[in-house]
């Protein structure tokens, strides 16, 4: 690969700014590449761990005209790179409500998350119900134990700084979703490195006790997971919703959504579901 070849990639899959930018409020947070000021309902998608916008913005141009799609940008990666990264889950649903208030009491909404991402989802959704009453019309989630699943509490056991770089990049190896190519660039793994690991120690800061007799949610939720990843204690979701409840596990494994193949399917099936929503 050559160096323009490769800087192409780095611009897309960490959507690197070619000029530094002041984004405030929405632009700063949101990432919307195919806008759609009369869609019915929006979908907000939250990336995994280290990760940024540039892919799942992309599923603007694949859903339909009557969705328009969201990308939480987190702090410190893409135009934010100069802004610490946060401390809590507690602060980061804090800013995403803040931002997204406004909107998400307009126009109904609905929310997408892998991995990290699930876990963050769900906490803005929590803290949306809880404070204003507002819930999604569908939770989709992908590659990730429910929330009152004791299958988290080892994840609250590790010790990032502990942990060695080769390590991590093996981790990173191993679970995919990285092209080779960007982990060979110095810089690139630097800075991947510091971002995941950062994004790791917010997950472990996630804490949810469900009430016995508490179901939080009334929306709808599908799961979805990779046939070759690890396995995850789903079946909490089910408790967590007076909605019904769906699992669907495709080929591939912890990075399965990047298959092109299953992207299609996620896409028209996250589609047919919300214009089922009965908007």
């Not at 800087?7 to 530094?20: E, G, N």
């Amino acid at each position: 690969m050559n160096p323009s070849e490769e800087l192409c990639l780095l611009q897309h899959w960490f959507h690197y700014p070619s000029a530094t930018f002041k984004f405030l409020g929405m632009e700063k947070l949101m990432v919307c590449v195919h806008k759609r000021q009369n869609a019915l309902c929006r979908l907000i998608c939250f990336p995994w761990a280290g990760g940024g916008t540039s892919l799942l913005a992309q599923w603007g141009k694949r859903l339909s005209n009557s969705i328009e799609v969201f990308c939480v940008r987190y702090p410190g990666r893409e135009t934010r790179l100069n802004e610490p990264f946060a401390k809590d889950m507690t602060s980061m649903v804090n800013e995403v409500t803040s931002v997204l208030l406004k909107d998400l009491q307009e126009k109904p909404f609905a929310f997408f998350g892998h991995s990290f991402g699930a876990y963050l989802s769900f906490a803005v959704a929590l803290h949306l119900k809880e404070k204003y009453g507002l819930e999604p019309v569908h939770l989709f989630v992908s590659g990730a134990h429910a929330p009152n699943s004791e299958a988290i509490l080892p994840f609250k056991s590790i010790s990032v700084s502990d942990a060695k770089d080769e390590e991590v990049i093996e981790y990173l190896q191993t679970v995919g979703g990285t092209p080779s190519v960007l982990l060979h660039n110095e810089d690139v793994r630097k800075n991947l490195l510091l971002t995941f690991k950062e994004d790791f120690r917010v997950l472990q800061t996630f804490s949810f006790e469900k009430a016995e007799m508490d179901i939080p949610f009334s929306c709808d939720i599908t799961c979805f997971n990779g046939g070759d990843d690890k396995p995850y204690d789903l079946q909490g979701w089910q408790e967590l919703t007076s909605g019904d409840t769906s699992f669907y596990e495709l080929p591939g494994g912890h990075f399965y959504l990047l298959e092109p193949s299953n992207e299609i399917f996620l896409t028209k099936h996250i589609t047919r579901c919300i214009e089922n929503a009965g908007l």
